[in-house]
C-alpha cells in the first residue's frame, strides 16, 4: 500500500487545536494497527523557534536529535507512539534558507526562482523526506490559519501534492470555529463557512471538517454545515470542549472521523482499540487524592510556555491516581514579596528551566524556602542551576556565589559556560542539545526512580554546574547522584537529610507520556502526597493536642 498523507489546515482564528486534533487523529489510526508519523509546518520565517520568546511562541520542544521545535511536536509523541525528529518540524525560514542557498550555489542553472515552482517543490520535498515504506499515513498540520499571506506557499503546496500523488492518496481536514452566541442561544456557522469559502478560493476541498465547539452538533447543523461548505454530513465532526486533552482522541472516535478517514483512504484497517486510552482518562476523571504543586517560573504569564512540563505533572498525577493542582507564581513576584506569602500551601516546589537573569532571586528564595521546610523539590535546567547557586550561598558559605550568566564578575561562578564556549557570545546554536546519557549513583532518589543506573535524557542548555566547586559541595551535604560517563558534567544532585530534594540539568517531561509517565514525575507527586498526608496528620495532632490542653485547663 502506497503511504498516504493526511493534512491538517485551520481557520478563522488560531489555537483552535489543530496540534492536538492532529495528534488525536495519530492516535487513533495507531488504535486501528497503521504505522504513522506527523509533520508540522510553521509558515513564520525564523529558522526555528529557538530563540523565539516564549511569551510569543511558548515552549520549544527539543527532540532527540536535538532539533528545537514547535510544542506540537510534544503533542505528537504524547498521543502517539512516534519519536519526533528534525525532520517532523520545517518552518518557512528553513524552506528559504534551503531555497536560497541552492541559488547561490547555482543548483538552478541561472533560473529565475520563484515562489512556484521552487518554494512549493521544496515543501513537497520535505513531506517527502518523512515518507517510508513501513509508514502507512503521514499527518501533515500546516500552522497558522488560512488566509494568513505567510500560509500561502505551504496551502499551494499541499494543492499540488493531491495532484501529485493521486486523490485516494490525500485527504485535507480543515478545523474551524462554530461559536455559540449566548445572547441568541445560538450556534453560528458562518465563520466556518467562510473559512471553508477561502480554502476553495486557493483550490482546496476538505474532505473532512472539524468544528471546534462547546457541544455536540445537532444533525441540524451539521446539514446546514454540509450544504454550503460542500462536504458529506457524516464528513462534519464536532471537535468538542473537554475537560482534559486526553479526551479528544475519544471525542473525535465517537464522531466516528477514524473510520471517515480509512473509508477515504481506502485503507483496510481493525476497528479501533482504545481501551488503555479510555483507562487514562477514568484515572484522570476519578482520582483517589489531590496535590497541589507550586510551579516557580518567569513565564506563568502563558502556560503553553510550561506546555509538556504540565503535561508530565499531571502524567505523574495518572501514575499516583492523584489530580494535580497546578499553581503558576510569578518569581518575581515572590523575589518581591518573599516565599511564605506565594508557597504556605504547596505540597511540592518546582523551579523550571528558563533563559535569563529576570526573577532568578525569586527563583532561589523559593529553593530555600522548600530546603528549609522539607517540601519536596524539583529542580529543572535552570532550576537545578537556581538549587545550586541557593545551596552555596546559604548552606557552602559562598555569599556572592551566582551563574557567570547573571554575574560575570561573581567571585564564586558556581554555574559556569559549557567547556571550552568561554567568549561565546552568539545566542543561536551553541547549546548542548538533544539526548545524553546520564549515569546514577545507586544511593540516591534517582535511582529509586529510575530503577536504572543508566538514563538517557534530552538537554536544552549552555551553562553547567562548576565541578571546581564539587568537593566543597559534597562536604555540606550536596550529593551529585547523575553525572556524564566520565565525570566532567553533572546532571543530578540532591541533598542529605532533605525528604525529596531533586534537581536535574536535562528536561524529563519531554519524555513523559500519559501511558508511560516519566519516573522522576511520578516519584515527584509520590513524594508530594506523602508530604502532605505528614502535614494532615500533624496539624490533627496538634489541633487534638490544643483540645485536651484545654479540656485539662
Same mark, same amino acid.
Given at each position: 500500500?502506497?503511504?498516504?498523507?493526511?493534512?491538517?489546515?485551520?481557520?478563522?482564528?488560531?489555537?483552535?487545536?489543530?496540534?492536538?486534533?492532529?495528534?488525536?487523529?495519530?492516535?487513533?489510526?495507531?488504535?486501528?494497527?497503521?504505522?504513522?508519523?506527523?509533520?508540522?509546518?510553521?509558515?513564520?520565517?525564523?529558522?526555528?523557534?529557538?530563540?523565539?520568546?516564549?511569551?510569543?511562541?511558548?515552549?520549544?520542544?527539543?527532540?532527540?536529535?536535538?532539533?528545537?521545535?514547535?510544542?506540537?511536536?510534544?503533542?505528537?509523541?504524547?498521543?502517539?507512539?512516534?519519536?519526533?525528529?528534525?525532520?517532523?518540524?520545517?518552518?518557512?525560514?528553513?524552506?528559504?534558507?534551503?531555497?536560497?542557498?541552492?541559488?547561490?550555489?547555482?543548483?538552478?542553472?541561472?533560473?529565475?526562482?520563484?515562489?512556484?515552482?521552487?518554494?512549493?517543490?521544496?515543501?513537497?520535498?520535505?513531506?517527502?523526506?518523512?515518507?517510508?515504506?513501513?509508514?502507512?499515513?503521514?499527518?501533515?498540520?500546516?500552522?497558522?490559519?488560512?488566509?494568513?499571506?505567510?500560509?500561502?506557499?505551504?496551502?499551494?503546496?499541499?494543492?499540488?501534492?493531491?495532484?501529485?500523488?493521486?486523490?485516494?492518496?490525500?485527504?485535507?481536514?480543515?478545523?474551524?470555529?462554530?461559536?455559540?452566541?449566548?445572547?441568541?442561544?445560538?450556534?453560528?456557522?458562518?465563520?466556518?463557512?467562510?473559512?471553508?469559502?477561502?480554502?476553495?478560493?486557493?483550490?482546496?476541498?476538505?474532505?473532512?471538517?472539524?468544528?471546534?465547539?462547546?457541544?455536540?452538533?445537532?444533525?441540524?447543523?451539521?446539514?446546514?454545515?454540509?450544504?454550503?461548505?460542500?462536504?458529506?454530513?457524516?464528513?462534519?465532526?464536532?471537535?468538542?470542549?473537554?475537560?482534559?486533552?486526553?479526551?479528544?482522541?475519544?471525542?473525535?472516535?465517537?464522531?466516528?472521523?477514524?473510520?471517515?478517514?480509512?473509508?477515504?483512504?481506502?485503507?483496510?484497517?481493525?476497528?479501533?482499540?482504545?481501551?488503555?486510552?479510555?483507562?487514562?482518562?477514568?484515572?484522570?476523571?476519578?482520582?483517589?487524592?489531590?496535590?497541589?504543586?507550586?510551579?516557580?517560573?518567569?513565564?506563568?504569564?502563558?502556560?503553553?510556555?510550561?506546555?509538556?512540563?504540565?503535561?508530565?505533572?499531571?502524567?505523574?498525577?495518572?501514575?499516583?491516581?492523584?489530580?494535580?493542582?497546578? !499553581?503558576?507564581?510569578?518569581? +518575581? $513576584?515572590? %523575589?518581591?514579596? #518573599?516565599?511564605? &506569602?506565594?508557597?504556605?500551601?504547596?505540597? /511540592?516546589? =518546582?523551579?523550571?528551566?528558563?533563559?535569563?537573569?529576570?526573577?532568578?532571586?525569586?527563583?532561589?528564595?523559593?529553593?530555600?524556602?522548600?530546603?528549609?521546610?522539607?517540601?519536596?523539590?524539583?529542580?529543572?535546567?535552570?532550576?537545578?542551576?537556581?538549587?545550586?547557586?541557593?545551596?552555596?550561598?546559604?548552606?557552602?558559605?559562598?555569599?556572592?556565589?551566582?551563574?557567570?550568566?547573571?554575574?560575570?564578575?561573581?567571585?564564586?561562578?558556581?554555574?559556569?559556560?559549557?567547556?571550552?564556549?568561554?567568549?561565546?557570545?552568539?545566542?543561536?546554536?551553541?547549546?548542548?542539545?538533544?539526548?545524553?546519557?546520564?549515569?546514577?549513583?545507586?544511593?540516591?532518589?534517582?535511582?529509586?526512580?529510575?530503577?536504572?543506573?543508566?538514563?538517557?535524557?534530552?538537554?536544552?542548555?549552555?551553562?553547567?554546574? !562548576?565541578?571546581?566547586?564539587? +568537593? $566543597?559541595? %559534597?562536604?555540606? #551535604?550536596?550529593? &551529585?547522584?547523575?553525572?556524564?560517563?566520565? /565525570?566532567? =558534567?553533572?546532571?543530578?544532585?540532591?541533598?542529605?537529610?532533605?525528604?525529596?530534594?531533586?534537581?536535574?540539568?536535562?528536561?524529563?517531561?519531554?519524555?513523559?507520556?500519559?501511558?508511560?509517565?516519566?519516573?522522576?514525575?511520578?516519584?515527584?507527586?509520590?513524594?508530594?502526597?506523602?508530604?502532605?498526608?505528614?502535614?494532615?496528620?500533624?496539624?490533627?495532632?496538634?489541633?487534638?493536642?490544643?483540645?485536651?490542653?484545654?479540656?485539662?485547663?
Amino acid at each position: 500500500m502506497a503511504t498516504k498523507c493526511i493534512f491538517v489546515t485551520g481557520g478563522v482564528v488560531s489555537s483552535l487545536g489543530k496540534g492536538l486534533a492532529s495528534a488525536s487523529i495519530g492516535c487513533l489510526l495507531e488504535s486501528r494497527g497503521l504505522r504513522v508519523t506527523l509533520l508540522k509546518f510553521d509558515p513564520y520565517i525564523n529558522v526555528d523557534p529557538g530563540t523565539m520568546s516564549p511569551f510569543q511562541h511558548g515552549e520549544v520542544y527539543v527532540t532527540y536529535d536535538g532539533a528545537e521545535t514547535d510544542l506540537d511536536l510534544g503533542h505528537y509523541e504524547r498521543f502517539t507512539h512516534v519519536q519526533m525528529s528534525k525532520l517532523n518540524n520545517v518552518t518557512a525560514g528553513k524552506i528559504y534558507y534551503t531555497v536560497i542557498s541552492k541559488e547561490r550555489r547555482g543548483d538552478y542553472l541561472g533560473g529565475t526562482v520563484q515562489v512556484v515552482p521552487h518554494i512549493t517543490n521544496e515543501i513537497k520535498e520535505a513531506v517527502l523526506r518523512i515518507f517510508r515504506d513501513d509508514l502507512d499515513v503521514v499527518i501533515v498540520e500546516v500552522g497558522g490559519t488560512v488566509g494568513d499571506i505567510e500560509s500561502l506557499p505551504f496551502l499551494e503546496a499541499i494543492r499540488q501534492f493531491r495532484k501529485d500523488r493521486g486523490a485516494d492518496n490525500v485527504i485535507y481536514i480543515h478545523l474551524t470555529l462554530v461559536p455559540h452566541i449566548a445572547a441568541a442561544d445560538e450556534l453560528k456557522t458562518k465563520p466556518t463557512q467562510h473559512s471553508v469559502n477561502k480554502l476553495r478560493e486557493i483550490g482546496i476541498q476538505p474532505d473532512i471538517l472539524l468544528c471546534r465547539t462547546d457541544r455536540f452538533l445537532t444533525p441540524e447543523i451539521k446539514a446546514k454545515i454540509s450544504l454550503f461548505c460542500n462536504v458529506s454530513p457524516e464528513a462534519v465532526i464536532t471537535a468538542k470542549d473537554v475537560e482534559s486533552i486526553y479526551e479528544v482522541p475519544l471525542v473525535l472516535h465517537r464522531e466516528g472521523i477514524d473510520r471517515i478517514i480509512v473509508e477515504l483512504l481506502r485503507i483496510d484497517a481493525p476497528e479501533c482499540n482504545l481501551e488503555e486510552w479510555e483507562g487514562i482518562v477514568s484515572k484522570i476523571k476519578n482520582p483517589k487524592h489531590t496535590v497541589n504543586i507550586s510551579i516557580v517560573g518567569k513565564y506563568v504569564n502563558l502556560k503553553d510556555s510550561y506546555k509538556s512540563l504540565g503535561e508530565a505533572l499531571h502524567h505523574g498525577g495518572i501514575a499516583n491516581e492523584t489530580a494535580v493542582k497546578l !499553581n503558576w507564581i510569578d518569581a +518575581e $513576584r515572590v %523575589e518581591a514579596e #518573599g516565599a511564605e &506569602i506565594h508557597l504556605s500551601d504547596a505540597n /511540592g516546589i =518546582l523551579v523550571p528551566g528558563g533563559f535569563g537573569n529576570r526573577g532568578t532571586e525569586g527563583k532561589v528564595e523559593s529553593i530555600r524556602w522548600a530546603r528549609e521546610n522539607g517540601i519536596p523539590f524539583l529542580g529543572i535546567c535552570l532550576g537545578m542551576q537556581c538549587a545550586v547557586i541557593e545551596f552555596a550561598r546559604n548552606v557552602a558559605g559562598l555569599t556572592e556565589a551566582n551563574s557567570s550568566e547573571f554575574d560575570l564578575r561573581t567571585p564564586h561562578p558556581v554555574i559556569d559556560l559549557l567547556p571550552g564556549q568561554s567568549g561565546i557570545k552568539e545566542k543561536g546554536g551553541t547549546m548542548r542539545l538533544g539526548h545524553y546519557p546520564c549515569y546514577i549513583s545507586k544511593d540516591s532518589i534517582a535511582f529509586n526512580a529510575y530503577k536504572s543506573l543508566v538514563a538517557l535524557e534530552r538537554h536544552r542548555h549552555r551553562y553547567e554546574f !562548576n565541578t571546581s566547586y564539587r +568537593e $566543597r559541595f %559534597e562536604k555540606y #551535604g550536596m550529593k &551529585i547522584t547523575g553525572e556524564s560517563q566520565d /565525570g566532567a =558534567l553533572v546532571e543530578i544532585v540532591e541533598l542529605k537529610g532533605h525528604p525529596w530534594f531533586f534537581a536535574c540539568q536535562f528536561h524529563p517531561e519531554l519524555q513523559s507520556r500519559p501511558m508511560s509517565p516519566h519516573p522522576v514525575f511520578c516519584d515527584f507527586i509520590k513524594a508530594a502526597l506523602e508530604h502532605k498526608n505528614t502535614k494532615l496528620k500533624i496539624d490533627r495532632e496538634d489541633d487534638l493536642d490544643f483540645a485536651n490542653r484545654e479540656i485539662g485547663g
